[in-house]
């Protein structure tokens, strides 16, 4: 991995551009502002991604509905169509500063705010990006602080919309974590899908994509999905405006936080990695290396929390520790590897550290790309997970130890599973040999795997070289019946042709015709 530190950038607009002009009470009550709220932030405003919101004017978008382009129109999941009042009260940025409307840029903001990311330009757009992460421990400290993580995109020449998948502390649920999809600001308001509870160690992954056809620079609609792997749950904004912008600013990874007074506030385990993060162009082509780099937000603030981090092509790890953390390794191998498919194969995890091994009991996510394979248990500093369900190919796999209060986070080397065809035994049976002539025989094709798994695809069933039927596999077994056999000796003969998974195989026998 490479460490970059960017220390000037274009000043981050990640608030809106004018007051809001949203009023519709929220479907889930959201955290109201503490007494460590910057001056001027009025009492009984909430907290969103991006800043300070009067509550009247964040806005919950249900499953099925959609905010229409101009954003003052939500569409209905049963087309039906309702105007939104304009909203009232201003809008406040981390720093505590009225957005003063049509304002095209505010300044860095302090630790109420982004703390660290990781971000790459671009000439022209971006038209997708996906990446995966894990639910951290809760804070150590409670003190009604909320932090986000999240990927994301906007346009750095002229901020309108910011389209996120957000993981939250104390968002929506009290203190806890959760998920939810956030799009600021069209047309002023901040909108944001169903919220969903999630939990430590769950795997999250964030996809941001453009809803138009391949070279589209500026497409007017996106899609933001934020998705629980582990638990199967997910939530979407649908056809989310864009307000005209062209998202060439890409993050890989955002901390954001507010209320934060000491380290501890932080998630116990130091660290966060975005993992599998995948990044495509408006020609929806992934881009092999984006060439993040890390931007320190946080610098002079109070408290400092060894902000920095690490990237690599497909990976992003944002450091806020208080120095009391244990880093680890993790470190993953397989046996066998080459396997075959249908093969049972073992993926073995070793978590270590200067100090030793984690301790028992804690977990660690085994995945394949962006896909959750399954989780093992930490004992004596090794966690396994067996599958025999992995495709034929080349299956990149990952381990992740999402850390803990005292051990840092880790995620594993790539471990390249190499699946090869399975073998197959195809037996062959007659219902009555010898038989008569005119009489009619059913011929029984059963084909088996090497290991396990059910066998598809289709037996042909010949005469010699005569080609009599082609029968599909119904469970592994393919049956033909024929009278019109003709006296004497016949070779019959049943010949699989396999297919992606399984080899071909064949069997025949000697059918008398008396």
Not at 182 to 197: F, I, K, M
Not at 271 to 298: E, G, H, K
Not at 330 to 356: D, I, K
Not at 440 to 466: E, R, W
């Amino acid at each position: 991995m490479r460490t970059k530190t960017c220390t000037a950038l274009v000043a981050l607009a990640i608030m809106s551009l004018c007051l809001t002009f949203l009023a519709s009470p929220m479907a889930y009550a959201q955290v109201p502002v503490g007494p460590n709220r910057p001056a001027g932030v009025p009492d009984g405003y909430v907290i969103t991604p991006f800043g300070y919101f009067h509550p009247s004017c964040v806005r919950q978008l249900a499953r099925g509905e959609t905010l229409l382009e101009d954003g003052r129109v939500i569409q209905r999941a049963n087309g039906t169509l309702e105007n939104i009042a304009a909203c009232e009260y201003p809008h406040y940025a981390a720093s505590g500063a009225i957005v003063a409307a049509g304002a095209a840029k505010v300044e860095p903001p302090e630790i109420d705010g982004w703390v660290e990311s990781a971000s790459v330009t671009t000439n022209t757009s971006y038209g997708e990006i996906i990446a995966t992460w894990t639910v951290p421990p809760a804070p150590t400290s409670k003190v009604d602080q909320i932090v986000y993580f999240f990927p994301g995109m906007q346009d750095s020449n002229d901020v309108v919309s910011i389209i996120q998948p957000v993981l939250g502390w104390n968002s929506f649920f009290g203190e806890v974590w959760s998920i939810a999809s956030w799009n600021c600001c069209p047309s002023g308001t901040t909108n944001y899908s169903t919220p969903v509870r999630v939990n430590p160690g769950d795997t999250i992954q964030g996809t941001v994509e453009s809803t138009c056809s391949a070279g589209t620079e500026s497409c007017a609609t996106w899609n933001i999905t934020t998705e629980d792997v582990t638990s199967g749950t997910s939530t979407t904004l649908s056809n989310s405006p864009s307000e005209g912008q062209t998202f060439n600013w890409a993050f890989g990874g955002v901390l954001e936080a507010y209320g934060i007074v000491q380290c501890s506030d932080y998630p116990a385990n130091g660290s966060l990695t975005f993992s599998n993060i995948a990044l495509y162009d408006y020609n929806f082509v992934q881009i092999p290396d984006p060439d993040w780099s890390i931007t320190d937000w946080a610098q002079g603030q109070t408290p400092q929390c060894n902000y920095g981090g690490q990237v690599a092509a497909t990976q992003v790890t944002l450091d806020y520790g208080t120095g009391t953390l244990t880093k680890t390794t993790t470190t993953l191998t397989s046996s066998p590897n080459p396997s075959t498919y249908g093969q049972a194969v073992v993926f073995t995890a070793t978590v270590s550290s200067a100090l030793g091994a984690p301790p028992d009991g804690e977990s660690v996510s085994f995945m394949e790309g962006q896909t959750l394979l399954g989780t093992g248990t930490l004992s004596g500093g090794s966690a396994s997970f067996m599958t025999s369900a992995l495709k034929v190919g080349t299956n990149s796999i990952t381990a992740v130890y999402a850390g803990d209060s005292n051990f840092a986070g880790s995620t594993s080397n790539v471990v390249k599973q190499v699946v090869v065809k399975a073998t197959t035994t195809t037996t062959l049976t007659s219902s009555l040999n010898p038989s008569q002539l005119g009489q009619s025989v059913t011929f029984t094709a059963a084909v088996t795997p090497q290991f396990s798994g059910t066998v598809t695809g289709k037996v042909a069933f010949y005469d010699g070289k005569t080609k009599l039927k082609v029968v599909a596999l119904s469970g592994g077994v393919a049956e033909f019946a024929t009278s019109k056999l003709t006296a004497g000796t016949h070779t019959i003969k049943a010949t699989y042709n396999g297919n992606t998974d399984f080899d071909h195989s064949s069997a025949s026998l000697t059918q008398t015709v008396n």
